[in-house]
């Protein structure tokens, strides 16, 4: 690292550099404000761009005062993900400037990244963020869903689920705001711009401006809020106040990150996002147990061969149960449905529901439950519905339809997992952004949604495609953490054959691309999203799915081209799983084995069936075959994928 001082007594600038030396960072700070650039083994990728704090005293940047650089080398425990650790190797600057505010920069080989940390108290009206790329490249973001450039309030509504668009920089909306991560084809790299530790502050969101600069913009603090939305279990702001986040003393904004890789497998490997998050608050989590779900949304309860009427009753639900216990399956969800529509009161359950009983009768049956909340029923008496359910028996929530991320509602994600922590509740967030780094804080937010997921297909246009989607989101998507994307459908449409059918949905691909898909996405607490009749009727298939981990000692990218493949290997303990999906081209992958485990191997796999390309359920099934070769060939039907799961006989 080095450090210049210019002419000038008020200008300094600073060298920051990666540790392999490859990526570099000249830092400009004067009384106009802080710049910086970014040069990839010499080329230049990022052309100085303003970053900033504007507070509602007039104050923005000064000139920076004292300055410290430091080098940092440990290891990050990754509880519940695709590695046990992480390595979190960089170089460090941390520059004070004369307003009293830190800005702390950090050079990965993996990418860059800065946040500032509040000296004083202090409210701020604003962020400035600027990405002045060197040259026009393609941008690839998914806009909000909601569109009105004059009211801020439809702009910042979102789920976070929309599909993606790709444009140059310059052709970007100047209004429509686009949500991270975002993703920038430079050529000899793909740079990912997203953030991490969200807890003061709210999401950042960008803008176009007619060139190749993108913007920041962030949705200001709700003033006024009211009760509404879907089954009036949100919380629709009416009114904003002038400023965006007020900060305490140490309170840190959250951390800009612009993730550099030179291979796609690189990007699908980066861990930025994990190792920015605030580290772990949480002393003990044992406690905590990730796996399978059973869920019930998707086929809406539609079970079949049974001597009872299926619904949102008890019968249905021990059935649920039964069949997580007979396929060592770890959890059962009670979905929207078991609390009285339209009360937003988690104490009115439904009369065909004895919760009490099911939690018992899965209890005994080593199931654990866990029940779905609205947010403004569970936000609003949060800690009695904690403890009450927690002694009742029930493990979890799956908290939805937040669809907000400013500073009122990212507070609530840290009250509302610091909470389900107290009393050893499991958390997956749905109708939110992406954990941003919150599952470091709290290693029992197992899951967020944030994804154009499976679910979508319940009423998507038949011209959707799905398929193109899956091999863009482990690129973009899945580098702001796990994904509640919800795979796992038993009715499989070929290219041309996807239709949206509500109440018995389908998939766009085959049967192994459903499969594949619990390796290539990270899902901690991963749903089984079709009902358990289905899975029954191919047991064999079942079994092997309900087997697969959900967290790992260590992941490895394959192979990878952004939006056509990809190829994951996941190992656990001694075994190694590696599933592969494709787009709607089919392909033959050539996969080194050797490169994994030492052979011969007992070799259980799951490929597209020989007719796969027009009837997608079809698959072959072989299990635990004696393999010795070092290299296994497997084709992909169009919109395919397979599964290995791999043991050294040595």
Known sequence: MTIALTASARVRTFTLASPDGRLVSTIRTDKGGIFYDLRLDGRLILEPSEIGLV??????NCEAETMKPQTVDGVVPSPFSGQDTLYNRCN???LRLRNGLIVIFRAYNEGFAYHFRAGNVCTVKSETVKYRFAEDWNLTAAYTRHFNPTDENVQYGTSFENTYTTLPLSQFDLHHPVFLPVLVDAGVAKIALTESYLENFPGLYLKGTGTRTVVGDQPRVPDSVYQGGHNMLQERVVTRKDHIATLKKGDETPWRILMVARTDAELASNNLTYLLGAPCRMPDYSWVKPGKVAWDWWNWWNIS????EAGINNDTY????DFAAKYGIEYVILDEGWAVTLQADLFQVVPDIDLPMLAQYAEERGVRLILWAGYYAFQRDMERVCRHYSEMGIKGFKVDFMDRDDALMNRFYYEAAAMCAKYHLVVDFHGAHMPAGI??????VLNFEGVFGLENLKGSASSHDQISYDLQIP????????????????RNGAKGFYQPIWCEPMSQGTRCHQ???????DQPLAMLCDAPSDYMREPEYTRLLASIPTVWDETRILQAKYGHYIVTARRKGDVWYVGGITDWTARDIEIDLSALTNGPYKITMCLDGKNAHRKASDYKLSMNQLFHENSFKVHLAPGGGFFLRLESTK
């Open 92 to 94: 460090e600057l941390y």
């Open 55 to 60: 507070m509602m005293d007039g104050k923005g």
């Open 305 to 308: 061969g049974v001597d009872f």
């Open 318 to 321: 021990k059935y649920y149960i």
């Open 439 to 444: 599952n470091r804080t709290y290693p029992n």
């Open 475 to 490: 690129f973009i998507r899945a580098l702001g953490g796990p994904m509640d994307y919800t795979p796992g459908a038993m």
């Open 515 to 521: 499969l594949a898909l619990y390796l290539v996405l």
